[in-house]
C-alpha cells in the first residue's frame, strides 16, 4: 500500500517554485493498525467480539428488526461453577474450557447470529430473524445441550452446564445495555433455580431490574447523603461470658426503601466498584467508634471485626485505609479483625497474598468468615494468614439436633486448635446451640440469643453494664 504526499515549494515572494512529493510504503503500518482495532474489538481468549463489538453489531441487529417489525432475541450465557473449575483445575483448564465453549457457541448459531464475550465466563448471544419466542427457546435449549456435553482438554475431562437468560427485543428493553442487563437479571434467575437451565426474562424480574437500577443510582450519592449506617453485633467469650468485641454490620438508611440490610445493596456495590469507598467509611468509621468506646469505658482490648469484600483484596489500596485508620486513632492493631473470605485465600492469587501480606505487617488480625460453607484446604489454614474463623450459620442453625453439623463443627474445632486458630460461632440463636459450642470448647459466640446487631446508642448502653458488671449473658446460662 503506498501513500503520497505533496509539499509545495515557494521563494521569499511567496511565489511557487516548485514541489516535493514523498510516497511511502505503509503496508505494515496499516497493517498494524487493522491488527491493533480486531485486537481491540476481538477477546483474545475466545475469539469472540467483546463487549464494546458485541454492543455495536446489536444495536445494528435492532435497528434491522424495528424496520422489519422482527422480533430479536438476546441470550445471556454463565457457565455453572466455573470458578470452582478454575480454583481446583487451575486458571490454563479454565481458559481451555472458555476457548472450547467460545467454538461451541460458534459452530451451533446459525449464520446471521451474533455471539460475543462479556467477560470472565460470561457470552452474548443475539438471535435474529424468527417469528416467535419458542424458537429462542429451542435455541436455548439447544446450546444448554452442547455446551453441557463433556470437555476434553489436555488429559482432563471436564464437566460443565450454563445457565442461560433469554430477553426479547422490543419488549423486555429499547436499549443494548437493558436487554443485555434483563438478560443478565433472568440468567442469575436459572442460576438461583439450580442452574443447568434457562430462564425468560419476566414482569417480576423487570421489576426487580428497575428497583437494581434505583438503589444502584442511590448508591452512588450514599456516601455524600450520609445515608450509610454502622451497627455492631457483640461477640462473646463462651469461656466467661465477657463481651470481647463487635462486628460491624453495614447498613443503608434509603430514603424510599427504609433500612436495608447488605443483601440489598452489597452484590451492588460489589459489581459497580463503589465497595472501595463505602469500605473506607466503614473502616475509618468504625475505627473511630471503637476507639472512642476503648477511652470511654476503658476497655482497651475490645475488639472490632470488619467485613471485606473479595475484590478489596485485590487493590493495595485497602491496606492504606487501614493504615490511616490506624494512625487516626492510634488503635492497637491487634484489636483489629478483618474477616474475609475464604476465596481469597484458596485461590492463592499474587494480588490478593501480598494485600494479606499488608494487612499482617500492620498487625491487624485475618479472620475467615462464612467458614464450613465453602471447600478449604488445611495449607490454606496453615499458611500463616489465618488467626481465627467464623463458623457459618448455616451450621449452627441446627447444630443442637443435626448430628453430621455436630460432628463438623466438633472436628473444625479440633483442628482449629490443632493449628492455633480461634474460632467463633455465628447465627446463635438458642440456649442448646450455645450448650453445644460450650461443649466444643469453641471459643466465641455472636446472634440474636446474645444481642442483635445495634447502634452505637444502644452499645454503648451494653457496654457500660458489661463493666458494671452485668453480662448479655446471665451467669446461669453459661
Ligand atoms: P456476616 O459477616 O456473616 O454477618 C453476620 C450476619 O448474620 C449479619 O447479617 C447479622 O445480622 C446476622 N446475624 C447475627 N446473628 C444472627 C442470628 O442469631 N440469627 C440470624 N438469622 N442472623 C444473625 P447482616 O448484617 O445482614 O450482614 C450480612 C452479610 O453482609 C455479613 O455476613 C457480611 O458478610 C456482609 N457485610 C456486612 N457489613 C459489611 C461491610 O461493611 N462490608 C462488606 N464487604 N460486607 C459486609
Ligand atoms: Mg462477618
Redo the contacts with the bound molecule.
Keep these: 500500500m503506498l501513500s503520497i504526499n505533496g509539499q509545495g515549494l515557494y521563494d521569499g515572494k511567496r511565489q511557487l517554485i516548485g514541489g516535493v512529493i514523498t510516497f511511502r510504503d505503509t503496508t505494515d503500518a496499516t497493517r498494524r493498525t487493522n491488527e491493533l482495532q480486531k485486537l481491540a474489538q476481538y477477546d483474545e481468549l475466545p475469539g469472540l467480539p467483546n463487549r464494546s463489538l458485541f454492543v455495536e453489531q446489536l444495536s445494528r441487529a435492532m435497528g434491522r428488526s424495528q424496520r422489519k417489525s422482527a422480533p430479536l432475541a438476546v441470550l445471556f450465557v454463565d457457565l455453572d461453577r466455573f470458578k470452582s473449575i478454575n480454583d481446583t483445575l487451575g486458571h490454563d483448564i479454565g481458559d481451555a474450557l472458555l476457548r472450547q465453549v467460545a467454538g461451541r457457541l460458534r459452530t451451533n448459531l446459525r449464520i446471521g447470529d451474533i455471539s460475543g464475550r462479556w467477560g470472565g465466563d460470561e457470552f452474548v448471544v443475539c438471535l435474529e430473524d424468527f417469528g416467535e419466542s419458542n424458537n429462542a427457546a429451542a435455541a436455548a435449549q439447544k446450546l444448554l445441550l452442547v455446551l453441557s456435553e463433556k470437555y476434553e482438554i489436555g488429559n482432563s475431562e471436564v464437566y460443565a452446564t450454563p445457565s442461560i437468560g433469554i430477553t426479547m427485543y422490543p419488549d423486555s428493553g429499547a436499549t443494548p445495555d437493558l436487554l443485555i442487563k434483563a438478560a443478565d437479571l433472568a440468567m442469575y434467575e436459572s442460576k438461583k433455580r439450580g442452574g443447568g437451565r434457562f430462564q425468560y426474562y419476566s414482569q417480576a424480574l423487570n421489576t426487580q431490574l428497575a428497583q437494581r437500577e434505583e438503589l444502584e443510582i442511590g448508591l452512588r450519592h450514599a456516601l455524600v447523603r450520609n445515608e450509610f449506617v454502622l451497627?455492631y453485633?457483640p461477640r462473646i467469650d463462651l469461656a466467661n461470658g465477657r463481651l470481647i468485641g463487635l462486628?460491624?454490620?453495614?447498613r443503608w438508611q434509603h430514603p424510599r426503601f427504609g433500612l436495608l440490610?447488605?443483601?440489598r445493596f452489597?452484590p451492588i456495590l460489589e459489581s459497580s466498584g463503589l465497595?472501595h469507598s463505602a469500605?473506607e467509611w466503614?473502616i475509618a468509621t468504625s475505627c473511630r467508634q471503637l476507639a472512642a468506646w476503648q477511652r470511654q469505658f476503658e476497655l482497651p482490648d475490645l475488639s472490632l471485626a470488619?467485613?471485606?469484600?473479595q475484590q478489596q483484596l485485590v487493590h493495595q489500596r485497602l491496606v492504606d485505609t487501614i493504615k490511616s485508620a490506624l494512625l487516626d486513632t492510634a488503635l492497637d492493631p491487634g484489636c483489629l479483625e478483618f474477616?474475609i473470605s475464604d476465596g481469597a485465600i484458596a485461590q492463592k492469587r499474587t494480588a490478593e497474598l501480598s494485600t494479606l501480606q499488608g494487612l499482617r505487617k500492620l498487625g491487624v488480625r485475618i479472620s475467615l468468615?462464612?467458614f464450613g460453607t465453602r471447600d478449604v484446604s488445611f495449607e490454606s489454614l496453615d499458611n500463616g494468614f489465618i488467626d481465627s474463623f467464623?463458623l457459618d450459620?448455616s451450621l449452627i442453625v441446627d447444630v443442637a439436633e443435626n448430628g453430621s453439623h455436630q460432628r463438623i463443627v466438633r472436628a473444625a474445632i479440633a483442628m482449629a486448635q490443632g493449628l492455633d486458630i480461634e474460632v467463633a460461632a455465628?447465627?446463635?440463636?438458642t440456649l442448646s446451640q450455645l450448650e453445644f459450642l460450650r461443649s466444643c470448647h469453641c471459643d466465641l459466640a455472636?446472634?440474636?440469643?446474645i444481642s442483635r446487631?445495634m447502634q452505637s446508642d444502644k452499645i454503648a448502653a451494653i457496654l457500660r453494664s458489661e463493666i458494671a458488671g452485668t453480662r448479655l449473658l446471665a451467669r446461669g446460662m453459661l
Design positions: 451497627h453485633q462486628e460491624a454490620l453495614l440490610p447488605p443483601a452489597l465497595i469500605s466503614v470488619i467485613n471485606l469484600s474477616e468468615d462464612h467464623v450459620q455465628e447465627g446463635v440463636e455472636q446472634g440474636f440469643l446487631p
